[in-house]
């Protein structure tokens, strides 16, 4: 792919597939390259969109500034961390899963339930992903990136980033910084992180009473992810398109009374963690579509393109999920992706 594109197609690069142009795109195969893009005349610092795996984002309509792809690679070799740890640091257009695979050949472990999870490694603290009773932050030690106003590189040690729930200053610096590269601390020994009874039960199936390791464990979780989320390669998506919804342990415990099967997760400070999925479940819309936007037949939390779908079609199945749930449970429902309107 050329560097740089003018009225480039965008839609094999967000992986809902919503259709979507850009005015350029500029394409990051190397972080020691970022300054050049400053230089180029297109660039405005408003009007520039930085772009990992396009996992997390709903392009709702053409672009007319500038795109920049990060698509720079490569992986350090491990170094000793103390403590039985290992340091590691990848480049931030490293396919995420394939870094999660990497690691666990090296014999490293603490990233093995985030596997399958689709985007690129310098999306990954943005959001604080996480899944199965894990997030990333709990491995990350260093982010390095660039500070846009001062034109400057910069790193963030862990207390920098001020991690929470699918939360991070670089999620609150409306765009500010950009992630180059992550450093990762991780256990040289086997730890699992069993919390979810559904991993451990496939695990230990997988193991055949064979000792439980890191790469048995991911494996488990990759067959669990595959039964039941649409693989963005042939069905439209962008994994799951609400935040579990935080609310006071209150109204949590209402809901509790009115609705036993509702999952509960406590989260500190009085509050509690809810489902949305199962919320959303309860409503009984899968299947339910608006245009070519559908919710997923098997996952409630995932919304999905069955083939053409549209801006609209998105916005009007999204409203349609979030006003059902308020009007039955009397929560809101946050999209996870970002909506580039």
Not at 56 to 71: E, P, Q
Not at 132 to 161: K, M, N, R
Not at 211 to 219: D, F, G, H, K, R
Not at 272 to 281: E, M, Q, S, V
Request: hydrophobic share 40%; proline share 6%.
């Amino acid at each position: 792919m050329n560097k740089l594109q003018y009225d480039a197609d965008l839609t094999a690069l967000n992986t809902f597939g919503l259709p979507a142009r850009a005015a350029t795109l500029y394409t990051l195969d190397a972080a020691e390259r970022l300054p050049e893009i400053f230089q180029l005349p297109e660039y405005r610092r408003e009007r520039t969109l930085w772009l990992g795996g396009g996992s997390n984002i709903l392009l709702m309509k053409d672009y007319d500034g500038l795109v920049v792809r990060m698509a720079n690679k490569g992986i350090s070799a491990p170094e000793p961390a103390g403590g039985g740890k290992m340091r590691i640091t990848a480049q931030a257009g490293e396919n995420w899963h394939d870094f999660v695979q990497h690691t666990i050949a090296l014999g490293l472990s603490g990233l093995e339930n985030l596997s399958l999870i689709p985007g690129t490694v310098g999306a990954a603290p943005v959001q604080n992903i996480g899944a199965y009773g894990v997030e990333a932050e709990s491995c990350i030690e260093t982010v390095h990136a660039w500070d846009l106003d001062s034109g400057q590189p910069v790193s963030f040690s862990h207390a920098d980033c001020r991690f929470a729930y699918r939360d991070s200053i670089f999620k609150q610096s409306g765009g500010r910084f950009v992630i180059t590269a992550v450093t990762f601390v991780l256990d040289s020994e086997f730890k699992p992180k069993l919390h979810y009874g559904d991993v451990q039960a496939e695990a230990e199936i997988l193991a055949q009473g064979a000792p439980l390791t890191a790469a048995i464990v991911a494996e488990a979780v990759c067959r669990i992810r595959r039964r039941k989320l649409p693989n963005p390669a042939e069905t439209g998506n962008c994994g799951s398109f609400y935040k579990n919804p935080i609310v006071s342990a209150e109204q949590a415990a209402a809901l509790k009374t009115q609705h036993p099967a509702l999952p509960v997760y406590p989260q500190p400070g009085s509050q509690a963690k809810l489902a949305a999925g199962w919320l959303i479940d309860q409503c009984g819309l899968k299947g339910h579509r608006e245009g070519q936007a559908a919710v997923h037949q098997k996952q409630a939390l995932v919304l999905i393109n069955l083939g053409g779908a549209c801006a609209e079609d998105v916005r009007r199945l999204s409203k349609h999920v979030q006003n059902s749930v308020y009007q039955r449970f009397g929560v809101r429902l946050e999209p996870e992706p970002v909506w580039l309107e």
